[in-house]
């Protein structure tokens, strides 16, 4: 833990040693808190801009990635109802 710094130590100093030594309970604490959940991805698109001289053949992948990436987090299948209701 001393070699931790930055968003990993603020990530891991809430754990306790017990949960820190929980797979789940670190991976958890981790994607929260680099927003990779599914309402991060979620804010992700909303607030997706073309990066400075990024063409749209760039910014358009990125953009369905963090798509792809919200709908599989979401577990919802590819069909209209359950993305519509998503």
Known sequence: MALLTGKLWKCFSTLSVKDMQNYEISKD?????????????????????????????QFIPRLKSHLMRWIMLANVTLDSDQLSNL
Not at 33 to 57: D, H, M, S, W
């Open 29 to 57: 604490s981790l994607l929260k808190q680099y927003n990779l959940t599914k309402e991060g991805f979620k804010q992700k698109i909303r607030t997706a801009k073309p990066e400075v001289n990024e063409a749209p053949v």
